[in-house]
Each structure stands twice: as structure tokens, then as C-alpha cells.
């Protein structure tokens, strides 16, 4: 089992014998490939707007020295049954206080990539839960990020002052440079699947994060109630009175608030479609100012697969990382048979044959989804191809 890698993490601020309690749930948890937090992050630099003039970084001396060039890593196909890692959520959250951990929460580790806390060479996915009165500290960062909540009901987050109150299905945005900040007011945990696009900026060299002045309450409640679904929640229309930037970073949906319900009446509305062979009755959730994926490096979306629907293989540039929010089914992936159902995450790394079934006869399934594809599209490398039901190799859109 890989050892976890530190980049961007503090120094611990956990007591001692709580420390020492994570640490051992930790070494139960390694066979999950997952990483019980017991570190807050820890920023790289400061905002560039707000940092005094940056040195470079010093030129070791490797006049005597040969290193061998670093690994090539890979991602690989891999499932977290939940089933599995739950238990180990349930249990951070009698131990280790909020206020210590930065989250209650544990990453989810590729085990192809040496214990870096990351699941693609683009996404960063972690599972938090937040317990009754929990309020975190208010932030904003360099990386995108969004939570797909899992819970039935219960929890919030605050997104540049809009109360989001969430529930099951429900995907909420935290664009880059947004101030936000997460809590639970209701009587049950609450519990979400956070994804963040974080591999990609820290390889940039581009992370950072901002904690808020409690004194200037930058996050307070300021837009009216439900805003983005007021101003951006029917398709098609677009208020030419509203600002459609949000925080002070670049490139994402003004709209922050996708919410469960709506996802799955649209899914359900679409299945008497004939649908996509390679994906079944699928849906992106976009940009509703120009139509475009949600972030400039991650879409998102969701699917459903019928009862008994088999689609055919595909292959893309792009990797996909998938929550299942109900039913149950098989997605062989390069020969690879990861059997999924309710709250499983599996990840499809890029250039990898997979295909779909949904083993109930009975019953759909529903996929949410996160992909880099739009950053593949920004690049000019997103490639699909698809086979037919003769096996035939073509390309797609």
C-alpha cells in the first residue's frame, strides 16, 4: 500500500491521543485507499494580489549528482465501495474535533499514484461529514470545487453570501476565488462528496487560500434568498440585470446551486429517449450564460441507465470520476469489473474501453458524473471514440 504524500498539508494540530487514534484507523483505512484527515491544508503562498514581491525558488547543486528522471504516474480504475469507507466517516466524526482538522473527512487515493492525495492527475475527491452545529471556517481558494451531497436533507454552504440548504443529489458549486463556507443546522450528520480540481493547480503552482476576517464577514448573507435559481433556474433565460461573476476568479457558472430533485425529474422526463448508446439517457449541467461546462477544467453531469441497459464500450481522452446515487449495475473498464451501488464511487482513467449495465431488470440507475474534458477541450486534445454493436471502431462527437 502506497504511503500517502504530504504536499500542502500543516503540521497537526490534533491532540496527541486523538492523533494517535486517526493514525490508527488510518493503517486500517490504507487498504480502502483512503486517507482519514488528521492535517488541515496548508497554502503554498500567499494570493498573488496580496503577497509582497516572490523569490525564486533556489538551483540545487547537481554537479555530482545523476537523479534519476520521476515516475510516470498513471491513474488507474478503481472502485470505493462504500460500504467500505462509511464507517471510517462515521467514526472521524466522534473523534476528531472540526476545529482541529480544518475537515472531518478522508481523501480518496488513487492506487496507482503513490499516495498522492488525488484520484486523477486533475481531481482531488474527498467525503466530509458534518455533524450537528458544525460551522467551518469561511474561505475562498485557487481551486474549483463543488460538493454532490449524499445525506437526504440537511447541511448548507455559503457561496459569496447565498444560503445554499442542501439534500440528496443536490451538486453546489465553490468557483475559484468565492468566498464559502460550509455548516450543518439541522439535528442528523450530514454527509457530501467533494471534488476539487486541486492536482491541476498545485502542479501549476497556483494554490492558495484565504481564510475570511470574521471582522469584515465577507461571506455574509447578502444576495436574496435562492438567488441562483431566481436568476438562473429556467433554461434558456438569462436576467440582463445581474452581474453574472461570482467572487473574483474566471471562467465559471454563475449558477451554484444544482438541485437533486430537478436533475432526477429531468432524467426521468428524458427516458422514453432513445439516448446515447455509450451512455444512456445523459444530461451536463452547464454554464447558463453561455452554455458552457460549469468550470473551464471540470464538467459535470449525470446519467441514467435503464432497467437492464447495456451501453456500448467508449473510450475518451478525458478520465471520469463517478458517484452512483442509486441503483446498481457493472462498468467493466479495460477488462476490469468494478460492481457499483448506492454512494460507490469508481473513477475511469482517459484512454481506457468501458462500458455500462445496469444488472437490475427492474429499477434505473443514476450516475453522476465529473470529467476533465472540458480542460481537454480548452487544450484542443478531447478525443471519443465509440464502438459499434459489430465492434466497429468510430470516432465521436
Same mark, same amino acid.
Request: aromatic letters at 6%; proline letters at 9%.
Given at each position: 500500500?502506497?504511503?500517502?504524500?504530504?504536499?500542502?498539508?500543516?503540521?497537526?494540530?490534533?491532540?496527541?491521543?486523538?492523533?494517535?487514534?486517526?493514525?490508527r484507523?488510518?493503517?486500517?483505512?490504507?487498504?480502502?485507499?483512503?486517507?482519514?484527515?488528521?492535517?488541515?491544508?496548508?497554502?503554498q503562498?500567499?494570493?498573488?494580489?496580496?503577497?509582497?514581491?516572490?523569490?525564486?525558488?533556489?538551483?540545487?547543486?547537481?554537479r555530482?549528482?545523476s537523479?534519476?528522471?520521476?515516475?510516470?504516474?498513471?491513474?488507474?480504475?478503481?472502485l470505493?465501495?462504500w @460500504?467500505?469507507?462509511?464507517?471510517?466517516l462515521?467514526?472521524?466524526?466522534?473523534?476528531?474535533?472540526?476545529?482541529?482538522?480544518?475537515r472531518?473527512q478522508?481523501?480518496?487515493?488513487?492506487?496507482?499514484?503513490?499516495?498522492?492525495?488525488?484520484?486523477?492527475? @486533475?481531481?482531488r475527491?474527498?467525503?466530509?461529514?458534518?455533524?450537528?452545529?458544525?460551522?467551518?471556517?469561511?474561505?475562498?481558494?485557487?481551486?474549483?470545487?463543488?460538493?454532490?451531497? $449524499?445525506?437526504?436533507?440537511?447541511?448548507? @454552504?455559503?457561496?459569496?453570501g447565498?444560503?445554499?440548504?442542501?439534500?440528496r443529489?443536490?451538486?453546489?458549486?465553490?468557483?475559484?476565488?468565492?468566498?464559502?463556507?460550509?455548516?450543518?443546522d439541522?439535528?442528523?450528520?450530514?454527509?457530501?462528496?467533494?471534488?476539487l480540481?486541486?492536482?491541476?493547480?498545485?502542479?501549476?503552482?497556483?494554490?492558495?487560500?484565504e481564510?475570511?476576517?470574521?471582522?469584515?464577514?465577507?461571506?455574509?448573507?447578502?444576495?436574496?434568498?435562492?438567488?441562483?435559481?431566481?436568476?438562473y433556474g429556467?433554461?434558456?433565460?438569462?436576467?440582463? $440585470?445581474?452581474p453574472?461573476?461570482?467572487?473574483?476568479g474566471?471562467?465559471s457558472?454563475?449558477?451554484?446551486?444544482?438541485k437533486?430533485?430537478?436533475?432526477?425529474? @429531468?432524467?426521468?422526463?428524458?427516458?422514453?429517449?432513445?439516448?446515447?448508446?455509450?451512455?444512456?439517457?445523459?444530461?451536463?449541467?452547464?454554464?447558463p450564460?453561455?452554455?458552457?461546462?460549469?468550470?473551464t477544467?471540470?464538467?459535470?453531469?449525470?446519467?441514467?441507465?435503464?432497467?437492464?441497459e447495456?451501453?456500448?464500450?467508449?473510450?475518451e481522452?478525458?478520465?471520469t470520476?463517478?458517484?452512483?446515487?442509486?441503483?446498481?449495475?457493472?462498468?467493466?473498464?479495460?477488462?476490469?469489473?468494478?460492481?457499483?451501488?448506492?454512494?460507490?464511487?469508481?473513477?475511469?482513467?482517459?484512454?481506457?474501453?468501458?462500458?455500462?449495465v445496469?444488472?437490475?431488470?427492474?429499477?434505473p440507475?443514476?450516475?453522476?458524473?465529473?470529467?476533465?474534458?472540458?480542460?481537454?477541450?480548452? $487544450?484542443?486534445?478531447?478525443?471519443?471514440?465509440?464502438?459499434?454493436?459489430?465492434?466497429?471502431?468510430?470516432?465521436?462527437?
Amino acid at each position: 500500500m502506497a504511503k500517502k504524500s504530504p504536499v500542502t498539508l500543516a503540521d497537526t494540530t490534533l491532540p496527541p491521543n486523538i492523533l494517535a487514534e486517526m493514525e490508527r484507523l488510518n493503517a486500517q483505512a490504507a487498504q480502502h485507499h483512503i486517507w482519514l484527515r488528521t492535517r488541515a491544508n496548508a497554502p503554498q503562498k500567499s494570493p498573488w494580489h496580496h503577497a509582497a514581491d516572490e523569490a525564486p525558488s533556489p538551483v540545487p547543486d547537481t554537479r555530482a549528482v545523476s537523479p534519476a528522471p520521476p515516475p510516470v504516474l498513471k491513474p488507474a480504475p478503481y472502485l470505493w465501495k462504500w @460500504t467500505d469507507i462509511q464507517p471510517y466517516l462515521l467514526r472521524i466524526a466522534e473523534i476528531a474535533p472540526l476545529e482541529f482538522t480544518d475537515r472531518q473527512q478522508f481523501l480518496l487515493l488513487n492506487p496507482a499514484l503513490g499516495g498522492k492525495l488525488q484520484v486523477t492527475n @486533475t481531481m482531488r475527491v474527498a467525503v466530509s461529514i458534518y455533524k450537528p452545529g458544525d460551522d467551518a471556517v469561511t474561505h475562498k481558494h485557487t481551486p474549483n470545487a463543488s460538493r454532490t451531497i $449524499l445525506s437526504r436533507e440537511g447541511g448548507y @454552504t455559503t457561496v459569496e453570501g447565498e444560503h445554499c440548504t442542501a439534500s440528496r443529489g443536490d451538486l453546489i458549486l465553490t468557483p475559484n476565488g468565492t468566498w464559502h463556507g460550509h455548516g450543518n443546522d439541522s439535528a442528523e450528520p450530514v454527509i457530501w462528496m467533494d471534488v476539487l480540481d486541486w492536482p491541476l493547480l498545485e502542479q501549476l503552482d497556483c494554490i492558495w487560500i484565504e481564510e475570511e476576517d470574521p471582522a469584515q464577514a465577507a461571506n455574509a448573507e447578502g444576495p436574496s434568498p435562492d438567488y441562483s435559481q431566481r436568476h438562473y433556474g429556467a433554461g434558456g433565460i438569462v436576467p440582463a $440585470l445581474a452581474p453574472h461573476g461570482r467572487g473574483t476568479g474566471q471562467g465559471s457558472s454563475p449558477l451554484v446551486h444544482y438541485k437533486g430533485g430537478q436533475i432526477r425529474a @429531468t432524467l426521468d422526463g428524458l427516458a422514453e429517449e432513445e439516448g446515447d448508446p455509450h451512455e444512456g439517457i445523459r444530461v451536463q449541467f452547464t454554464n447558463p450564460v453561455d452554455g458552457a461546462p460549469v468550470f473551464t477544467t471540470l464538467g459535470y453531469g449525470a446519467q441514467l441507465l435503464r432497467p437492464g441497459e447495456q451501453t456500448l464500450p467508449k473510450r475518451e481522452t478525458a478520465s471520469t470520476l463517478y458517484c452512483v446515487l442509486s441503483g446498481r449495475g457493472t462498468t467493466e473498464v479495460a477488462g476490469q469489473k468494478l460492481d457499483w451501488e448506492e454512494n460507490d464511487i469508481f473513477i475511469v482513467p482517459n484512454h481506457l474501453w468501458r462500458h455500462h449495465v445496469n444488472t437490475d431488470p427492474d429499477n434505473p440507475a443514476v450516475l453522476y458524473t465529473v470529467s476533465d474534458a472540458s480542460l481537454l477541450q480548452k $487544450l484542443g486534445h478531447y478525443r471519443a471514440q465509440g464502438r459499434t454493436a459489430s465492434g466497429d471502431v468510430v470516432e465521436l462527437d
